[in-house]
T-cell receptor
């Protein structure tokens, strides 16, 4: 079985500050990990994904995430928050083999304070 | 290239009414999915279609039916709507059902059942 835990359903940062959104996963086999972003009244779109090629993954809009097997984590970071980063962020996990059963976290709403 | 489109955008139903949510993709994807999004619960898979001609239940299929009409279109039907089906519904597609493939999401349908 696989699962995802996102710590903090709401995170507030000041404009220009570091963004850190936490994601821990549980999987009995090597995982594939994704971060999706959802802007208000829109569908989800992919920020970045980990598929075992490299542990540090760079995505769109200056975001990156590091896969740490020992900590079962895949935290999302951005050095400097911008107002346009205000959105809801979802961590998701799938595993090798079979159909694409994606397990999503409950989401973290990021508020950026001017 | 419209990506994934969904109709309608909003719908209000009375308990017991039926309706069909439409989804179409123009990316020549093989796999399509229906999710529901509820506050504090992330996205949950209702049904998916790994390829044209096949459909399978996801995590929360009760009260829903689906039809993969052709490669482009995947519809979700509520036969007798209940207030518990008030939610935001997202359709998604991917190149195929391999675990490492990202999913592309539509803008969603906001359904209220009174």
């Amino acid at each position: 079985a696989q699962s995802v835990t996102q710590l903090g359903s709401h995170v507030s940062v000041s404009e220009g500050a570091l963004v850190l959104l936490r994601c821990n996963y549980s999987s009995s086999v090597p995982p594939y990990l994704f971060w999706y972003v959802q802007y208000p009244n829109q569908g989800l779109q992919l920020l970045l994904k980990y598929t075992s090629a490299a542990t540090l993954v760079k995505g769109i809009n200056g975001f990156e995430a590091e896969f740490k097997k020992s900590e079962t984590s895949f935290h999302l970071t951005k050095p400097s928050a911008h107002m346009s980063d205000a959105a809801e962020y979802f961590c998701a996990v799938t595993t090798l083999g079979g159909y694409q059963k994606v397990t999503f976290g409950i989401g973290t709403k990021l508020q950026v304070i001017p | 290239n419209a990506g994934v489109t969904q109709t309608p955008k909003f719908q209000v139903l009375k308990t017991g009414q039926s309706m069909t949510l439409q989804c179409a993709q123009d990316m020549n994807h093989n796999s399509m999915y229906w999710y529901r999004q509820d506050p504090g619960m992330g996205l949950r898979l209702i049904y998916y279609s790994a390829s044209e001609g096949t459909t399978d239940k996801g995590e929360v299929p009760n009260g829903y039916n689906v039809s993969r009409l052709n490669k482009r279109e995947f519809s979700l039907r509520l036969e007798s709507a209940a207030p518990s089906q008030t939610s935001v519904y997202f359709c998604a597609s991917s190149w195929d059902s391999s675990s490492y493939n990202e999913q592309f999401f539509g803008p969603g349908t906001r359904l209220t059942v009174l």
